[in-house]
Antibody
């Protein structure tokens, strides 16, 4: 059974940092691209960042480029999101997401965690 | 970046109705489109990929169509379990982007 378990959320002041973690099980982690998707309270889904199976290619939304860093520790089966220079508008539930992929393309998120809440406020 | 626009933002319908949701891309994404269903307090659920392929286990009353810049999600006979918010997402290019969502409400 595929499981994704996020942790690391909490209350942080504007300008501060947090590191989110996602522990996965039930699939061969090194073979799959992963993403972080967030949802502000009462709002829609926003894709934040993604990385390929080996973690060497990383991608970011314009809204977080230069402030967030995604990384993948394949031996530990963990995905991370380092969030720096946090702003009030980063307040959201952050989901860890496993991409559905063929050998050449990804085409959707087939598994989601339950999310970890990040609140940026003074 | 590719912008995804969904319409309507809210839709009121009755059990048994046929429901259609539209998603438009700001540029061609071929068929690289996914659809998700989300219920309050829950993570999204993967419904359709590559614009028209149903994910395993998804009821056949759901269908997707389109290519290029215009796509639709259709529910042929709305069931009580289908009242939720639906999102499209493009997989043509990074950054990946979602539509704003369509909430399907009980009429």
């Amino acid at each position: 059974e595929v499981q994704l378990l996020e942790s690391g959320g909490g209350l942080v002041q504007p300008g501060g940092s947090l590191r989110l973690s996602c522990e996965v099980s039930g699939f061969t982690f090194r073979n799959y691209a992963m993403s972080w998707v967030r949802q502000a309270p009462g709002k829609g889904l926003e894709w934040v960042s993604g990385t390929n199976g080996n973690g060497r290619s990383t991608y970011y939304a314009d809204s977080v480029e230069g402030r967030f860093t995604i990384s993948k520790d394949n031996p530990k089966n963990r995905l991370y999101l380092q969030m720096d220079s946090l702003r009030a508008e980063d307040t959201a539930l952050y989901y860890c997401a496993k991409e559905a992929c063929t050998s050449t393309n990804c085409y959707g998120v087939d598994y989601w965690g339950q999310g970890t809440l990040v609140t940026v406020s003074s | 970046d590719i912008q995804m626009t969904q319409s309507p933002s809210t839709l009121s319908a009755s059990i048994g109705d046929r429901v259609t949701i539209t998603c438009r891309a700001s540029q061609s994404i071929n068929s690289w489109l996914a659809w998700y269903q989300q219920k309050p307090g829950k993570a999204p659920k993967f419904l359709i990929y590559k614009a028209s392929t149903l994910e395993s286990g998804v009821p056949s009353r759901f269908s997707g169509s389109g290519s290029g810049t215009e796509f639709t999600l259709t529910i042929t006979s709305l069931q009580p379990d289908d009242f939720a918010t639906y999102y499209c997402q493009q997989y043509h290019d990074y950054p990946l982007t979602f539509g704003g969502g369509t909430k399907v409400e009980i009429k």
